[in-house]
């Protein structure tokens, strides 16, 4: 993740553009990000969740890491767990897998729903625009599958604990437009070690598209955050924001019959401008013809992502309180 520059060394500076207390780009190329919670260590014991974690390296060329989770519970028993493989947040430019937020949300899951969490460190925008943050994710999919193969010497907390029959996919926002395409891949290519996926949840995935749906303003809908955020990190998108990676229902768009995993897990919220999206999305693929399980969960009443910045409310809860029993 770029280092924020300071307000006093940036004052004097040129913007070449700005989304608001987002991110901030200088005409030297100065990325300063305004948006984010701070860099945190992993922890060998959560004093909340008892859940280990450590840092690892995916890939060199390019740099790709990912912090792993371990439950206490792993800790002490001899039977292999699910593992989740994580994409975090952060309109593909902001936040972190080392983040505070991550790293507080990642033991609440890895603790709720007794699996090994891979949250993986992909390259961000715009100093890799996409599909630099598809690639890692894709990448880091294929690492811990090879895992399953009886000669791999790799991570020991995958070797030792995690079950290869039981992988599952998950991110919130971006992280779960990333979701969505690893998910789409999946369908498409093989795994290490014949490894199939078997689950994904897309927490209020950021989709968009060119003509506004459901209760989505028609005035402005040009302008939009969602939109101008898209053509920032994917300026080359063949497409725009029509492009199948953010428009899943676009016209020319792979069916999404192809999703390579039998349980899908749709989360939305009330308030969040993109709810729409998700829903159409999830109605869209039991529409496709698709074999599997699609469920639509719908939190009434909040925002975006309420669930990472305020997990010790009763709505948040409830939120955990599914993922744990979607992935089993």
Request: aromatic residues 10%.
């Amino acid at each position: 993740m770029a280092s924020t520059t300071s307000a006093a060394s940036t004052a004097t500076k040129e913007i070449e553009i700005e989304f608001p207390n987002l991110i901030r780009v200088y005409k030297d190329g100065t990325v300063e990000r305004l948006f984010g919670s701070p860099v945190v260590p992993p922890s060998l014991h959560d004093s909340d969740t008892g859940v280990s974690s450590k840092d690892i390296v995916i890939s060199d060329h390019p740099s790709v890491s990912a912090r792993l989770y371990l439950p206490k519970s792993a800790q002490s028993e001899a039977r292999k767990i699910p593992i989740l493989v994580y994409f975090h947040g952060g309109a593909f430019c902001l936040e972190s897998a080392f983040s505070f937020l991550d790293q507080r949300y990642l033991n609440l899951i890895a603790s709720e729903a007794n699996v090994i969490a891979v949250s993986v460190e992909y390259r961000l925008a715009p100093e890799h625009h996409l599909p630099a943050a598809f690639e890692d994710c894709w990448e880091s999919l294929k690492w811990v599958s090879s895992h399953s193969t009886p000669t791999n010497a790799g991570e020991p907390w995958l070797l030792n604990h995690g079950d290869f029959n039981r992988i599952y996919l998950g991110g919130d926002s971006a992280g779960g437009t990333i979701v969505h395409n690893i998910a789409m891949r999946c369908g498409a290519e093989d795994l290490p070690g014949g490894v199939k996926l078997v689950g994904a949840f897309l927490s209020c995935p950021y989709f968009w598209g060119s003509k506004p749906i459901g209760s989505e303003p028609k005035e402005g809908h040009e302008q939009s955050l969602p939109l101008l955020m898209w053509n920032f990190v994917y300026p080359s998108a063949p497409g725009g924001i029509d492009n199948p990676a953010i428009n899943p229902t676009a016209d020319g768009a792979p069916s999404l019959a192809s999703i390579g995993c039998s349980k899908l897990l749709v989360y939305v919220c009330g308030k969040d401008q993109l709810r729409d999206r998700g829903v159409f999305y999830s109605e869209s693929v039991k529409k496709s013809g698709r074999k599997g399980e699609v469920e639509l969960f719908e939190v009434e009443g909040e925002d975006h992502c309420f669930h990472i910045f305020t997990p010790e409310t009763d709505n948040a809860k409830k939120v955990f309180n599914r993922f744990a029993s979607f992935l089993l």
